[in-house]
């Protein structure tokens, strides 16, 4: 039925001068994400146009759903400026989407300045035309259910109704990147996946303690991963996987439990922060919500994040869960996430942990055992795989542990 998909970049606006870069990152994207599918690509300044040549324009939308940068896209009939043949499409197009009594109006943009009939005039005669030929139509110029929308351009006109919305936002690395703290949980995909719409490229960090834990915590963060990388430019992420057995043991061995999961995030902290300068990541991103749980009051934060130089972004501060719950269904990892799998961070959950801890007691504690040489050991030994979308990764029955399996 439809010819082209009409779609439309987000915020670049905003950019000024340096437009032309972010359009050439998204521009980048879209052919990669079109990749075996045989369509055409127009690019134009404004604009960026698919010819369908018979492919489903679902197909195409649902690849274009993981693209950040986008504002909308349309699915489109395309013709010569011709009064009787844009009547003629558009008719087409109203009859496969009208099925009932639908109020409607007709919109025209003439951005084809050497047309000598005004916008409105273009609406009122194509309109009239419609109507005599297509059923269930009232007109309804203030609050229309659909509108018919025709764009005539120098290359064409084209012919639509909807505006699908698009991801928005900036595209995915044209910021910088970050280091996203993952975990098996609902709140740090989310977390990775507002940052990548911001513009930030993302690797990401998780802390494992297998056999401590069983490896299918381990799975349920690269399934994790693998969803973000659909968003991420080529459709893959770094996973660096930080062996954090010894230093989780050596925390509930010597600390005191109202501190254990205060000590054990700055333990975390620092070791995402070296891997983070070594990876070329100027942030670290967590999914922490402000006084969601006891490790997340203001107190905690200030605390934990006091071992670290980088700056830390956490784009849940200000949510709740039942919106960050919405995101998680909407990208789905929703249901990754609630596997039932246990990581370090809630194997061993302390019944009363500090709710104001302070940086000088937790050095204090620290003390007690020489972490340093734990965290160069656990950053040696971190291993590191690409998490591709087109190659799905699954090491369960591979052994008990990340280190047999990499052996």
């Given at each position: 039925?439809?010819?082209?998909?009409?779609?439309?970049?987000?915020?670049?606006?905003?950019?000024?001068k340096?437009?032309?870069?972010f359009?050439?990152?998204?521009?980048?994207?879209?052919?990669?994400?079109m990749?075996?599918l045989n369509?055409?690509?127009?690019?134009?300044?404004?604009?960026?146009?698919?010819?369908?040549?018979?492919?489903?324009?679902?197909?195409?939308?649902?690849?274009?759903?993981?693209?950040s940068?986008?504002?909308?896209?349309?699915?489109?009939?395309?013709?010569?400026?011709?009064?009787?043949?844009?009547?003629?499409?558009?008719?087409?197009?109203?009859?496969?989407?009208?099925?009932?009594?639908?109020?409607?109006?007709?919109?025209?943009?003439?951005?084809?300045?050497?047309?000598?009939?005004?916008?409105?005039?273009?609406?009122?005669?194509v309109?009239?035309?419609?109507?005599?030929?297509?059923?269930?139509?009232?007109?309804?110029v203030?609050?229309?259910?659909?509108?018919?929308?025709?764009e005539a351009?120098?290359?064409?006109t084209?012919?639509?109704?909807?505006?699908i919305p698009?991801?928005?936002?900036?595209?995915?690395?044209?910021?910088?990147?970050?280091?996203?703290?993952?975990?098996?949980?609902?709140?740090?995909?989310?977390a990775?996946y507002?940052t990548?719409?911001?513009?930030?490229?993302?690797?990401?960090?998780?802390?494992?303690?297998?056999?401590?834990?069983?490896?299918?915590?381990?799975?349920?963060?690269?399934?994790?991963?693998?969803?973000?990388?659909?968003y991420?430019?080529?459709?893959?992420?770094?996973?660096?996987?930080?062996?954090?057995?010894?230093?989780?043991?050596?925390?509930?061995?010597?600390?005191?439990?109202?501190y254990?999961?205060?000590?054990?995030?700055?333990?975390?902290?620092?070791?995402?922060?070296?891997?983070?300068?070594?990876?070329?990541?100027?942030?670290?991103v967590?999914?922490?919500s402000?006084?969601?749980?006891?490790?997340?009051?203001?107190?905690?934060?200030?605390?934990?994040?006091?071992?670290?130089?980088?700056?830390?972004i956490?784009?849940?501060?200000?949510?709740?869960?039942?919106?960050?719950?919405?995101?998680?269904?909407?990208?789905?990892?929703?249901?990754i996430?609630?596997?039932?799998?246990?990581?370090?961070?809630?194997?061993?959950?302390?019944?009363?942990?500090?709710?104001?801890?302070?940086?000088?007691r937790?050095?204090?504690?620290?003390?007690?055992?020489?972490?340093?040489?734990?965290?160069?050991?656990?950053?040696?030994?971190?291993?590191?795989?690409?998490?591709?979308?087109?190659?799905?990764?699954?090491?369960?029955?591979?052994?008990?542990?990340?280190?047999?399996?990499?052996?």
């Amino acid at each position: 039925m439809y010819e082209y998909i009409m779609i439309r970049y987000g915020d670049l606006i905003l950019k000024g001068k340096n437009q032309h870069i972010f359009r050439h990152n998204i521009n980048n994207q879209i052919a990669h994400k079109m990749y075996g599918l045989n369509v055409e690509i127009e690019f134009q300044h404004d604009l960026v146009f698919i010819k369908l040549n018979g492919v489903e324009a679902d197909e195409v939308i649902n690849r274009l759903n993981f693209i950040s940068g986008l504002s909308s896209y349309s699915k489109t009939l395309k013709c010569d400026y011709d009064l009787d043949k844009i009547a003629e499409k558009a008719i087409k197009l109203l009859k496969h989407e009208i099925t009932k009594k639908t109020t409607f109006k007709v919109e025209t943009k003439r951005a084809d300045k050497s047309i000598n009939l005004k916008s409105f005039e273009i609406s009122n005669l194509v309109s009239k035309k419609v109507l005599r030929e297509v059923e269930n139509l009232i007109v309804d110029v203030k609050k229309p259910e659909k509108t018919l929308n025709i764009e005539a351009r120098n290359e064409g006109t084209y012919i639509f109704t909807d505006r699908i919305p698009g991801m928005g936002g900036f595209p995915t690395s044209t910021g910088g990147r970050a280091m996203l703290l993952i975990s098996g949980g609902i709140d740090s995909p989310v977390a990775g996946y507002l940052t990548m719409n911001t513009g930030l490229e993302i690797d990401c960090v998780h802390f494992e303690s297998s056999p401590l834990t069983p490896i299918e915590s381990v799975q349920k963060v690269i399934d994790l991963v693998t969803v973000l990388s659909k968003y991420a430019p080529s459709s893959k992420i770094k996973l660096h996987l930080v062996p954090f057995r010894e230093i989780h043991e050596k925390i509930l061995a010597e600390t005191p439990e109202t501190y254990i999961i205060t000590i054990m995030r700055r333990m975390m902290y620092r070791i995402a922060d070296s891997l983070a300068k070594k990876n070329n990541c100027k942030a670290i991103v967590s999914g922490d919500s402000i006084g969601q749980v006891a490790s997340q009051t203001l107190e905690s934060l200030i605390t934990v994040q006091a071992v670290v130089s980088s700056l830390v972004i956490r784009p849940l501060a200000t949510f709740d869960k039942n919106e960050i719950i919405k995101i998680a269904k909407k990208i789905k990892t929703y249901q990754i996430s609630n596997r039932p799998f246990s990581d370090c961070c809630t194997v061993y959950v302390p019944k009363r942990p500090v709710i104001k801890p302070t940086v000088e007691r937790a050095e204090t504690f620290e003390k007690a055992f020489e972490y340093e040489k734990y965290l160069k050991t656990a950053i040696k030994n971190t291993k590191t795989i690409e998490i591709n979308e087109r190659k799905p990764l699954n090491i369960i029955n591979q052994g008990f542990s990340v280190e047999e399996i990499f052996k």
